[in-house]
């Protein structure tokens, strides 16, 4: 069966900072991959997500993740931290036509 | 993409009540979803809701305790029933649209029952 992994529950960067959030997958087809935030307080919010083709793909809010399909990870990153991304961070695979999340990675930014 | 909406957003029930959950979507949608969220937890498919057919449940929840009704294919209602305090949970109503199963979710109902 497909599953999510976040390795980090808690990540701390410095405002302005870069910032890589990990996830790694397990489907055995190509899968269908998404970042979604939740910002305290609200719904989840799509950043990006990848289909097929280029691996690099660009998400709102300056985000981006590259699809490595030899490691099975799907990680997102952004160059340069801002106060307002402080929020979690959920990675998802759709496998047998469900979306499946990982446990979420919580965001703190410090000034 | 889908806008959602959800009412109510939050609400705070004695136990033993029933609270229903309403989603409109402001285009037509073939897949809905309901989704948990237990505090501090990642989101848990509760069931996906088709128009004209019976909603599917995921193992570990059931049809009396959270009913759904899908009448047509920009609204649905997820009711959860005889509330205790382990119901406290955000309930996201989602949908599935355009290009390759993108899921959109809606803000989500904050459940605190006491």
């Not at chain 1, 097929?52 to 660009?58: E, F, I, K, N, Y």
């Not at chain 2, 305790?65 to 406290?88: G, Q």
């Amino acid at each position: 069966a497909q599953s999510v992994t976040q390795p980090d529950i808690h990540i701390t960067v410095s405002e302005g900072a870069s910032l890589e959030l990990r996830c790694n997958y397990s489907y055995g087809a190509t899968p269908y991959l998404f970042w979604y935030v939740q910002s305290p307080g609200q719904g989840l919010q799509l950043l990006l997500k990848y289909f097929s083709g280029d691996t690099l793909v660009q998400g709102i809010k300056g985000f981006e993740a590259e699809f490595k399909r030899s490691q099975s990870s799907f990680n997102l990153r952004k160059p340069s931290v801002h106060w307002s991304d402080a929020a979690e961070y959920f990675c998802a695979v759709v496998g047998g036509n469900k979306l499946v999340f990982g446990a979420g990675t919580i965001l703190r930014v410090k000034s | 993409s889908a806008v959602i909406s959800q009412k109510p957003s939050r609400d705070i029930c004695q136990r033993g009540t029933s609270l229903t959950i309403q989603c409109q979507v402001d285009s037509q949608v073939t897949m809905m979803f309901w989704y948990r969220q237990q505090p501090g937890q990642s989101l848990t498919l509760i069931a996906t809701a088709n128009q004209g057919s019976e909603a599917t449940y995921e193992s570990g929840f059931v049809i009396d305790k959270f009913p759904i009704s899908r009448p047509n294919l920009t609204f649905s209602t997820l009711t959860v029933s005889n509330m205790s305090p382990e119901d406290s949970s955000i309930y996201l109503c989602s949908v599935r649209q355009g290009v390759g199963e993108t899921q959109y979710f809606g803000p989500g109902t904050r459940l605190l029952v006491l």
